[in-house]
Structure formats: structure tokens, C-alpha cells
């Protein structure tokens, strides 16, 4: 893996810095790596880049009005700090957006900029109800790998004609462009918070209470599915023994409540049923977040599977016919989190979800020398491939920007 931190930074201080230093690279025909606190550096393939292009320094929210339920930010911003200033007005990023630095073992300060947010298209267990960081981005502001300064939608939520660009540079992982601003739509916090926890279902019969769950009028935000094997590990072994299915519900107290009176009744017969408060359901979803249970060494490699929800339970059982792995599901089980025990079983992931039919899988945590063998991000069918390297031409046409980060060549 090329150590990227030792190429020589450009600092911006301003959106005018940000266009000098790219205008400046492609001049030179400079490749450069776009990056904010550095929390997700190494996820995806190694870059050979002569500088890095350091947006930290871009910092501030420049406008916030809670009763309008917008904001907007430099890219470079903390999203610690903007979620401690939400949560002074009892207001959120609906879509909770994952810390990866316990994953991938950093002990950096910051999680993260409000930029990265995006660039990743980063979510949380809300992804069902609330969708990912694309579907709250109301505008943008960016350097393209031409040199140009582009802006895209606004302030309000219905200001998109022609092209939405916002949501179109989401998950590109600075291969397109640099955010320079971004305006989010932010949502009130709910006033209380539970789980129902579900005991020592196999993953099943788990599958089939969180499709339930989730279809009922009980409205379940999140739904996950914790194996024995890690269930331990979540509230510091504060979860019931067994196997856990965990069902949040959010919302007024009165209301919560009913709910999960309800959900206790539908369920009590297929397993043993407990109720965590407030505090405890914000501990356990954030570690379901932010992949606890794998958290707790960094050589084994990791995988985050995406799948139709019905076929997460699938996919480890095939799995585990040929390989040690530990897992569990998040997003009704349409989420898999993969622990491999070995190395070199890529091509076993990527057969499995093919025999499913459909489904992505990204390598989030490897070694240097797996991460150049095998694709990180899952490989495209030959006519996506095409679509995808016009876009980089069009937006980046000598590739100047993360270069080879996603795998994309020319």
C-alpha cells in the first residue's frame, strides 16, 4: 500500500485554493489525492499520487436555520461538530452516518468531514426508512478533475432542474470532484428510543420476524440480526444470552410504547422477548453502526455485503460450506457484515453473490497486497464499466483525481 500521508500536502484555505491547486495539477498533470480527516484512507484500491490535496483546513458551517431544517457546511467541517450543534436544537442527520475508524483502527480525532459524508454516500441502520447521505444532500458546491467550479441544487428541497448532481457525485470517493460545500436537510430527533430484543432465532427464522417487523404498522426504523457467535460483544455483553434480533422503534413515548407492546405480542411466541430503554438502544445501535464485534483486531479481512434482505442468511450459509466466517445483518438482513478468517477468499464472496443473483460486495479492510489483487468495490458488468469510465472522462478526463481508487482505468 502506497503511504500516502508522506506526499507532500496543499492546504486550501478557501473554494478559490481548492480551484488554483486542481487547475494547477492538471496543468502539470499531477495526480492528486482528494482527502478530509483521512478516517476511510484506506478503503479502496492504493493510489500513486504525488500530492495530497488536504481539505481539512476548509472549515465552518456557513449556514444553519433549525426551523427551516437546512445546513450547510464547508466540506472540510467535523461532522463531530455538526452533530453537536444539531443536537443543541434536538435535531440530527437522519441517516446516521458510520464511524469506520474503530473498524479499520485508527485512533484519529475526527470521524470524519462532512464532505467524506457524501463522497462515501455514507448510512446507518436507519438505511430502510431513511435512506443514506444521497437522499438528505439538498445542494453542492465542486472542483471537477477539468478545473471547473460547479454548483448544484440549493437550499430548499425542490430546486433540482436538469441534471442532479448532488446525489450524482455521491459515492464517487473523490474520483470526480472535490466538495468544497454542501447543504444537508436535517430532521428532528424523536423523543425516546427502544429495542425489542428477540432471543436465540437462527437466522431464519430471524429473517422472517424483521421482514414482519418491518411491513407491520408497528413502524420498526432499524431491524439486525446478531449471531450467538457476536452477540456477546454488543452493550459490553449486555444483551440477553443467545442469538439477538433487534427491532428499534422510535418516536413519542406514549406511542413507543404501544408499539412495542405490540411487536411483544406478535413475537413472544417465537422466542423469549426483552425491551432495552433509551441509553442502551443508543449504545447498541451505534455499535451495530460502527461494526463492534469486528472491531477488536485489524489484520482479518473485512467485507460489507449488500443483498436483496431475503438473502443475507443465504449468502452465510453458502459461505460457511467453505470458509470460517463470523457475520450478522443489519438493514432487515439485507446488510452483511463479514469477518473472513483467511485471506484470498474474494473470488468465494463474489461466486456467492452471483449464485444469488444479484448483490454488491466492497472489501473494507485488507492488506496492502490483497487490496491490489482483488477488486475492492464489486466489478461491473462490461456495459456499466463502459458508463462508468465515460463519466470519469467527462468529469476527470486525466484522471488527476484519486486515481485508480475505485478500480476505474482509461
Given at each position: 500500500?502506497?503511504?500516502?500521508?508522506?506526499?507532500?500536502?496543499?492546504?486550501?484555505?478557501?473554494?478559490?485554493?481548492?480551484?488554483?491547486?486542481?487547475?494547477?495539477?492538471?496543468?502539470?498533470?499531477?495526480?492528486?489525492?482528494?482527502?478530509?480527516?483521512?478516517?476511510?484512507?484506506?478503503?479502496?484500491?492504493?493510489?500513486?499520487?504525488?500530492?495530497?490535496?488536504?481539505?481539512?483546513?476548509?472549515t465552518g458551517v456557513t449556514l444553519y436555520e433549525p426551523e427551516e431544517l437546512v445546513l450547510t457546511a464547508k466540506a472540510g467541517t467535523a461532522l463531530d461538530e455538526i452533530e453537536a450543534l444539531l443536537a443543541k436544537?434536538?435535531?440530527?442527520?437522519?441517516?446516521?452516518?458510520?464511524?469506520?475508524?474503530?473498524?479499520?483502527?485508527?485512533?484519529?480525532?475526527?470521524?470524519?468531514?462532512?464532505?467524506?459524508?457524501?463522497?462515501?454516500?455514507?448510512?446507518?441502520?436507519?438505511?430502510l426508512k431513511a435512506g443514506a447521505a444521497r437522499d438528505h444532500v439538498l445542494g453542492i458546491r465542486a472542483v471537477t478533475g477539468r478545473g471547473d467550479l460547479i454548483k448544484s441544487g440549493g437550499r430548499v428541497v425542490?430546486?433540482?432542474?436538469?441534471?442532479?448532481?448532488?446525489?450524482?457525485?455521491?459515492?464517487?470517493?473523490?474520483?470526480?470532484?472535490?466538495?468544497?460545500?454542501?447543504?444537508?436537510?436535517?430532521?428532528?430527533?424523536?423523543?425516546?428510543?427502544?429495542?425489542?430484543?428477540?432471543?436465540?432465532?437462527?437466522?431464519?427464522?430471524?429473517?422472517?420476524?424483521?421482514?414482519?417487523?418491518?411491513?407491520?404498522?408497528?413502524?420498526?426504523?432499524?431491524?439486525?440480526?446478531?449471531?450467538?457467535?457476536?452477540?456477546?460483544?454488543?452493550?459490553?455483553?449486555?444483551?440477553?444470552?443467545?442469538?439477538?434480533?433487534?427491532?428499534?422503534?422510535?418516536?413519542?413515548?406514549?406511542?413507543?410504547?404501544?408499539?412495542?407492546?405490540?411487536?411483544?405480542?406478535?413475537?413472544?411466541?417465537?422466542?423469549?422477548?426483552?425491551?432495552?430503554?433509551?441509553?442502551?438502544?443508543?449504545?447498541?445501535?451505534?455499535?451495530?453502526?460502527?461494526?463492534?464485534?469486528?472491531?477488536?483486531?485489524?489484520?482479518?479481512?473485512?467485507?460489507?455485503?449488500?443483498?436483496?434482505?431475503?438473502?443475507?442468511?443465504?449468502?452465510?450459509?453458502?459461505?460457511?460450506?467453505?470458509?470460517?466466517?463470523?457475520?450478522?445483518?443489519?438493514?432487515?438482513?439485507?446488510?452483511?457484515?463479514?469477518?473472513?478468517?483467511?485471506?484470498?477468499?474474494?473470488?468465494?464472496?463474489?461466486?456467492?453473490?452471483?449464485?444469488?443473483?444479484?448483490?454488491?460486495?466492497?472489501?473494507i479492510r485488507a492488506s496492502g497486497s490483497m487490496r491490489n489483487e482483488y477488486p475492492v468495490f464489486e466489478p461491473q458488468e462490461a456495459p456499466l464499466a463502459a458508463l462508468t469510465r465515460r463519466l470519469k472522462q467527462?468529469?476527470?478526463?486525466?484522471?488527476?483525481?484519486?486515481?485508480?481508487?475505485?478500480?476505474?482505468?482509461?
Open positions: 500500500m502506497a503511504d500516502n500521508t508522506q506526499n507532500p500536502a496543499l492546504h486550501p484555505r478557501d473554494e478559490k485554493d481548492v480551484l488554483d491547486a486542481v487547475q494547477w495539477a492538471i496543468s502539470e498533470r499531477t495526480p492528486i489525492e482528494v482527502r478530509g480527516h483521512g478516517s476511510k484512507q484506506s478503503i479502496g484500491r492504493p493510489m500513486q499520487v504525488a500530492h495530497c490535496l488536504d481539505l481539512s483546513g476548509l436544537n434536538n435535531q440530527e442527520l437522519q441517516f446516521e452516518p458510520m464511524d469506520y475508524r474503530p473498524l479499520l483502527g485508527l485512533n484519529s480525532a475526527g470521524r470524519g468531514t462532512i464532505g467524506g459524508v457524501l463522497a462515501t454516500n455514507l448510512s446507518g441502520p436507519r438505511r425542490k430546486n433540482v432542474t436538469g441534471y442532479d448532481l448532488s446525489r450524482g457525485l455521491s459515492g464517487s470517493w473523490g474520483t470526480l470532484a472535490a466538495f468544497t460545500e454542501l447543504t444537508f436537510k436535517v430532521m428532528p430527533r424523536a423523543e425516546t428510543q427502544e429495542t425489542l430484543v428477540v432471543s436465540n432465532l437462527d437466522d431464519a427464522q430471524a429473517g422472517d420476524v424483521m421482514a414482519r417487523a418491518m411491513g407491520s404498522n408497528a413502524e420498526v426504523s432499524s431491524a439486525a440480526h446478531l449471531p450467538e457467535s457476536v452477540a456477546a460483544k454488543f452493550l459490553d455483553g449486555g444483551l440477553p444470552e443467545g442469538a439477538a434480533t433487534v427491532l428499534r422503534v422510535e418516536g413519542f413515548a406514549p406511542s413507543v410504547d404501544y408499539r412495542l407492546g405490540k411487536l411483544i405480542e406478535a413475537f413472544s411466541p417465537m422466542g423469549e422477548c426483552h425491551r432495552l430503554d433509551a441509553q442502551s438502544t443508543q449504545v447498541l445501535w451505534q455499535e451495530i453502526r460502527d461494526v463492534k464485534p469486528f472491531s477488536d483486531d485489524t489484520e482479518r479481512v473485512i467485507w460489507r455485503v449488500s443483498v436483496a434482505p431475503g438473502d443475507g442468511h443465504k449468502l452465510v450459509a453458502s459461505l460457511r460450506l467453505h470458509a470460517g466466517i463470523d457475520a450478522y445483518y443489519d438493514w432487515q438482513g439485507g446488510l452483511v457484515w463479514l469477518r473472513m478468517e483467511a485471506d484470498g477468499e474474494a473470488d468465494l464472496v463474489r461466486a456467492s453473490i452471483r449464485t444469488l443473483g444479484s448483490g454488491h460486495a466492497t472489501m467527462q468529469f476527470d478526463p486525466e484522471f488527476i483525481l484519486n486515481p485508480g481508487r475505485m478500480g476505474i482505468e482509461l
